[in-house]
């Protein structure tokens, strides 16, 4: 976790990523200007790239809360205030939001966008919706295509996938199909027994069998688990955020990927002949 020490530039082969734990509520301009506190001290330690946790612009709140009237479009407020964000600080940011759906106004896109210091970079609307352990997402938000959003950031390509979506292994083998070198999660993943090592399992499988970096950031508790967390590809806890508000930084070095991926060649060895279509 980040001190407040001040960090110097990293090398220039490598990008510097921040993961932020973000307790958001149910005011959308006390979370912005929060989110922007966290992203400034970021940015001030060298963070090129900041991952935010899903639903940072407005909290889920209790299960029966409609989202649909709160949700926006990719040019509200939220988003264009993360835009002023990027370009004062020359930062990627990205950030999970209720978007609006098009003649649907019962139902939200649970979105994350990723914003850079020239505008909106790109969109992933959450394809795999909570319904379990007594949250049925699905009433209340609109599944988003199952589409790999990838994103060329210098010397990596980051992919994007939200909470739930951890569960789902394919999801981040198409990301590096892509040519992902590390994976952002956004998340707000609820607390519960045996909750929080579920989420820092998951988050390590997914880096050790896609050897990419994974990036993932949540919500804290009491609501949900925290434990941000960046690991790398060989599924090592890089940095991270033991419990409360604040952000952890590490260097994202895609030399180590090249690495780890020449090392131990998995993603060369499917044999798709064994996997059931």
Known sequence: MWDGTAVSDGPQ???RAAVLQLRAGTDKTDNLARLGALTRR???A?????VAPEAAMHDFG?????LAPVAEPLDGAFVTGLAGLAADKGVTVLAGMFETVDGDPERAYNTVVAVGPGGVLGAYRKAHLFDALGWVESERLAAGPPEPLVLDLGPIR???MTCYDLRFPELARALCDAGATAIAVPAAWVAGPLKEDQWLTLVRARAIESTAYVVAAGQPAPGYCGRSVV???LGVVAAGVPDGEG????DLDPGHVSDVRRRIPSLQHRRWSVVPR
Do not use: F, K, S, T
């Open 13 to 15: 082969d490598r990008i």
């Open 42 to 44: 970021a940015a001030d």
């Open 46 to 50: 060298g963070a090129q790239v900041v």
């Open 62 to 66: 209790p299960p029966d809360l409609p």
């Open 158 to 160: 980051l992919g994007v």
């Open 231 to 233: 690991v790398d590809p």
């Open 247 to 250: 952000l952890a930084i590490a």
